[in-house]
């Protein structure tokens, strides 16, 4: 089965074809609400939900357009409306300590134990971000989004998701202490 068959299942009532999809995106879906979010029950719901919209309105999907970014756009979108519901800005300062405490025990190679702390800098940094900053680094980076594309998502001029990036890369830059490095 591919993406196709399974939403023309789903339009004609099989549940086989949510069942494929789920399986399909539901990882990848997860981690994009996730780095939007920076919680994870949070963006587990907000796929779930994701997934429920994409049932009870799959007669109004386009065949002719793929499914997979359709699909992704709108988690990040129900992600930014989860965070504003939410009102909140949460800190990964527990994780971060609990990741640390394993790396310390770790007995890696040097490279493999520095490049999980990069990522942990990371995800950490994005989560100082603004929601909105997060989504369009996110839709860049992870979904490989053009600038019209994410425009035409948010629904905002292309002007506004320039200064969006361009404020959440400096803002990266100074939280991981890139600034430095990068004027030179």
């Known amino acids: 089965m591919d993406d196709l068959q399974a939403i023309q299942s789903l339009k004609n009532g099989g549940i086989g074809g949510l069942e494929f999809l789920v399986a399909r995106y539901q990882s990848k879906a997860i ?5 939007v979010t920076h919680d994870q ?9 994701s997934f429920m919209r994409i049932y009870r309105r799959i007669h109004q999907f386009d065949m002719s357009h793929p499914f997979e970014p359709y699909f992704l756009r709108s988690v990040v979108n129900a992600s930014l409306n989860a965070v504003k519901q939410s009102n909140r800005h949460l800190s990964l300062d527990g994780d971060l300590e609990h990741v640390e405490g394993l790396l310390a025990q770790a007995a890696s190679v040097e490279s493999d134990v520095e490049y999980i702390q990069m990522k942990q800098e990371i995800i950490t940094s994005l989560a100082r971000l603004e929601p909105r900053q997060r989504a369009v680094v996110v839709q860049r980076y992870y979904l490989e989004m053009s600038e019209k594309e994410m425009a035409a998502v948010l629904d905002i001029p292309s002007g506004t998701v320039k200064w969006l990036l361009n404020t959440a890369r400096t803002k990266l830059r100074i939280l991981l202490g890139w600034e430095e490095n990068w004027n030179e």
């Open 31 to 35: 981690r994009v609400a996730f780095l």
């Open 41 to 49: 029950a949070l963006a587990e719901d907000v796929v779930q939900d």
